[in-house]
């Protein structure tokens, strides 16, 4: 187990359809980030929380919608997605890493699985 | 903005041989991290390697070793021995420290796929 979990491992979803992804950590991170994978194309950043609260939402469609109710979990709301939305959805999580004084770890990310999205 | 560049979308080598992947990075920070994250058929993205941009010793895990030249802002990936199980896509990233702490941002490249022959 590799301490970030993700479900559902995949999903068929109408373009009329709500659905959620769920992302849960045990590792006691304090960040966590939806990432899109599309084939041929650099991970695509979503959204990032940190300690909470949404630190960045990279210009996303409103059609998702993130939520961490608290920091070992993430989920994203998903409703009348397009057929383009349809990739491979990650989640991750990492600690906070440097602070002032103090010099820098750098241990990335770590990430779950993925949720295959399809929508039709 | 930081960019990160894999020229090879696919590669592919014997089992038992060394294969290099490579990776150049656009920065203009002084700081930073790289790192090499491997994504086999699973779909878990696993850390393979990582290197202090401040560190001139190149970084080496069991099989894998970088060769970073900072000046070059090029971080090859080294594969000696090559197995069955390293085939996978893997990813070269970039992460910038940040100074006041917060969370880690980091920019990814769009892959390379190594399939292992046996």
């Known amino acids: 187990e590799t301490g970030v979990t993700q479900t559902p491992r995949h999903l068929v979803m109408g373009m009329t359809n709500k659905k959620s992804l769920k992302c849960e950590q045990h590792l006691g991170h304090n960040a966590m980030y939806w990432y899109k994978q599309s084939a041929k194309k650099p991970l695509e950043l979503m959204f990032v929380?940190?300690?909470?609260?949404?630190?960045e939402n990279n210009s996303v469609p409103s059609r998702f919608s993130p939520e961490c109710p608290n920091s070992s979990h993430l989920f994203l709301h998903l409703h009348t997605l397009q057929p383009e939305d349809s990739a491979l959805y990650l989640c991750a999580s990492s600690q906070d890493l440097l602070y002032e004084g103090q010099g820098p770890r750098g241990f990335g990310y770590t990430f779950g699985s993925g949720t295959r999205l399809t929508v039709v | 903005a930081q960019t990160v560049t894999q020229s090879q979308p696919e590669m592919s080598v014997q089992e038992a041989e060394t294969v290099t992947l490579s990776c150049t990075y656009d920065?203009?920070?002084?700081?930073?991290?790289l790192f090499w994250y491997k994504q086999p058929p699973s779909r878990q993205m696993i850390l393979v390697i990582r290197?202090?941009?401040?560190?001139?010793q190149n970084a080496t895990e069991n099989r894998f070793s970088v060769n970073f030249q900072k000046a070059a802002k090029s971080f090859s990936l080294k594969i000696s021995d090559s197995q069955l199980g390293d085939t996978a896509m893997y990813f070269c990233?970039?992460?910038?420290?940040?100074?006041?702490?917060?969370?880690?941002?980091?920019?990814f490249g769009t892959g390379t796929k190594l399939q292992v022959i046996p």
């Open positions: 920065t203009s920070e002084s700081n930073y991290y």
């Open positions: 290197q202090e941009a401040y560190k001139q």
């Open positions: 929380y940190n300690f909470k609260e949404q630190t």
């Open positions: 990233a970039f992460m910038k420290i940040r100074n006041s702490g917060g969370y880690q941002k980091v920019t």
